[in-house]
């Protein structure tokens, strides 16, 4: 074999190397950036699957007769976040040892503004969560931006279809 086939193949060799380390670096920042927007491995398909919000309108309000709302799904105030979620699951608390303390077996669930408190409460910790790792949630989603356009156009198309077929 001659010199510039072993060079070749030593360059071949190492772009393949390098699409596959393209890869897995790929699929490290997508699974950490899942965690880091609150997901969790799904046991089922062993995917990591982002948590969503679980009310489709986040206006919040302390007081339920209050006129002034603020939406837990965009608020960067992470204050008020904190006090929100002190706020619902003491309300949710409350309101169940009331129910044990009054004898009933049977009782509805919590509700704050038509919604479950434990809806809130998901909702708000989620919120919390994303505001706290909106840096890194930042870099990650930039490195991947980066990396992708080392991808070629089959690459990416595979990519898409198979978050496509993660979703459906």
């Known amino acids: 074999m001659s010199r510039t086939?072993?060079?070749t193949q030593a360059l071949v060799m190492s772009k393949a190397q390098l699409q596959t380390t393209l890869q897995k670096s790929l699929k490290k920042i997508n699974v950490e950036l899942v965690n880091l927007y609150g997901g969790y491995m799904n046991p089922?398909?062993?995917k990591p699957e982002i948590r969503n919000f679980k009310l489709i309108a986040g206006n919040f309000k302390m007081n339920e007769n209050d006129s002034n709302n603020i939406n837990i799904h965009t608020t960067e105030d992470l204050s008020y976040l904190i006090k929100a979620?002190?706020?619902m699951t003491r309300i949710d608390k409350e309101y169940i040892d009331s129910a044990i303390e009054l004898g009933l077996k049977e009782f509805p669930v919590c509700k704050w503004l038509t919604a479950e408190a434990s809806l809130w409460?998901?909702?708000i910790r989620?919120?919390?969560f994303q505001i706290v790792n909106k840096d890194?949630?930042?870099k990650l989603e930039s490195a991947k931006a980066k990396l992708t356009t080392f991808l070629s156009e089959d690459?990416?198309?595979r990519a898409t279809?198979?978050?496509i077929a993660d979703l459906i």
């Open 161 to 163: 279809l198979q978050e």
């Open 155 to 157: 690459e990416r198309l």
């Open 126 to 128: 989620l919120r919390i």
């Open 136 to 138: 890194k949630i930042q």
């Open 85 to 87: 979620y002190g706020h």
């Open 121 to 123: 409460i998901h909702d």
């Open 5 to 7: 086939n072993n060079n």
């Open 44 to 46: 089922e398909t062993g």
